[in-house]
């Protein structure tokens, strides 16, 4: 087990070893997430006050913090109880009020005695059209003029902690920070006119004008850089594990991948052929694939996933394909079993409700190799599940499949090729963070004759005009989704719910035309109620998101999203792939409630104007940010204290190519600046990936 260099041991230590932080301070600075020196490093002031002094107060612009040097007049001590102490100063040409509240007389009284010249800072404002001064953040004698900082970082603060405090604790972080190595690249960091780590630390605590504010600031920069490529070099080493370990080297599968494709009814684009060489390249290369394949909504992701996995098939291994929902995993088994039993193949179905008899014989099939291809949920993955001969395992929409849930993966037993595959267009930046340790393909085509979805946008007075469009569309045979945001009525919101949408547009329709699913049905309904839909026996789906992804009715051509400007770019653009699959044209109706923000109106118009789900995924982490795109379609992405994923994206993809070139040229990180690298990653806290390192 790695341990800890000496040198970062001050970094480490609890904020209560500083000079000044007592027990209360500590304990209120843990509540903000701050246990350690390192912590208060890396909490970057927000903003700064310059303390230049000043001659007298009519020189600011009240309200605004001014250093002056000032004679007290006199003490107007408060006659009522919780009343104001007001002494009243003079400056050079204006007199003024300095207010305590709950103040103790005999400590201001020395503080500020009558006829004493003191220095003061503090913000200047008005009351009562007269400038006073409130607790004034510096009261020195003239003599202690220097006590007084010309500049003053302001930090992010939490409860309990006074901007005082916290720079007093800062001073005591800063007074310990040592002199380490150099991790950066020489030239990118010549290039870039970035610090040494040390003095970027000071620099960026010690704000002298707005630039050293800025992103592009040399000591922030550097600082945001170094996050990013201690990130970078965490997911650089679990890829470099990875393929350092032996994997299969599967060969063939040409003859049965034309047979399959010669009896589709569609054409592949180029782009899909061009992903299917990628995969078949690593699949025959003697070390494991380890694969990202985006794809836009309906480009065509499923039919690469089977014919890769009937090349594992041919190379004498077995095959699994991993989806999130039982919905989608039955789904790709419907699609697939037509085309399995083509090609000589046995594919079964494996979910949580399999169980007893039926479960025991799958899974002794499975050990025998008489499955070839698994479809399932996270069940395939079960302890009890043992597979012949392993080969190739394809992970659908797993958002929160991890780096660590994917080395889990790789380490049971023998190296299998991965394939992860996602239909939610990932921002190059973004996919960088999630997905540096593997090798992305894209699909960037729509299946030749897939025609455009029209996408208009109403307000829902016209609801009852879109029930008369359903109704027309229903009649000639055409199936639709109505989604909603919520299941049922909530004090909360006013969204509109999917229950009563649905019981509001069951008199409008014949009876056993409308359909209803949603995340709070159990398995079986919402299984029964999909296949229902599915088989076109109800010809109106209503629903929550729970039909975002995956589901594939070719007869479906309408979408109406109720209240859609409370969806996200990337959700909507996910729920208009529902439709538009098959060759008929289709539509999407957008329902907004007025009056619509600038906001709601941009990303509806967005919607409008493209169906590439690449630049929609770029417009929505625009008009988000990372932090809510993490927080929904994109879980599961790294966070960063000093780096902002959406304007430093560039520095990302840096930091991605320089720590894959430095394991490349290092693998061991034995090299002067290999060590310094391992330095970093203590200090990002990613030692664990040190582990993976062998030395000697």
Known sequence: MATRPEILYPLFSSTISLKGIGEATYLNLEKAGINKVKDLIFTLPSSFIDRQQKKTVAEVLIPEVVTVEIEVLNHKQPIVQ?????????????????IFFRARVEYIKNLLPIGSKRLISGKLEFFDNLPQMTHPDYIIPLSEKNVIPRFDAVYPLTQGITQKIFSKSIKGALEVVPLLGEWIDKSKKLESQWPDWQKSVLLAHTPKNQDALSLTNPARERLAYDEFFAHQLTLAIARFKMRRKKGF???????????????????????????IAEILSDMAAPIGMYRLLQGDVGSGKTIVAFLSLLTAVDGGGQGVIMAPTEILARQHFDSFVDLANLAGVRIELLTGRDTGQKRAQKLEDLSKNEIQILVGTHAVFQKDIIYSSLRLVVIDEQHRFGVNQRSDLIDKGVLVDVLVMTAT??????????????????????????KPIKTAILSETRISEIINKLSLAIDKGNQAYWVCPLVEESDLSDKTAAEERFRSLQPNFKEGVIGLVHGQMSVKEKDAAMKSFVLGETKLLVATTVIEVGVDVPNATIMVIERAESFGLSQLHQLRGRVGRGNLPSTCLLIYKSPLSQTGLRRLSILKETEDGFKIAEEDLRMRGAGNLIGTA?????????GDLEKQSALMAVAHSDARKLLNDDPRLESKRGLAARNLLWLMEKSKVINLIKIG
């Open 82 to 98: 919780n009343r104001p102490f007001i002494v009243r100063v003079k400056d050079f040409s204006v007199e003024f009020n300095i």
């Open 249 to 275: 080297s599967t060969l063939g599968g040409k003859e049965v991948r034309k047979a399959v494709i010669s009896r589709l009814n569609y054409s592949l684009t180029s782009s899909q052929e061009q992903v």
């Open 634 to 642: 994109q879980s599961g992405i790294a966070k960063f204290r000093i």
């Open 425 to 450: 267009p990932i921002p190059r930046s973004l996919a960088l963070v999630s997905f540096g340790d593997m090798e992305v393909s894209v699909i960037n085509e729509k299946p030749i004759g897939r």
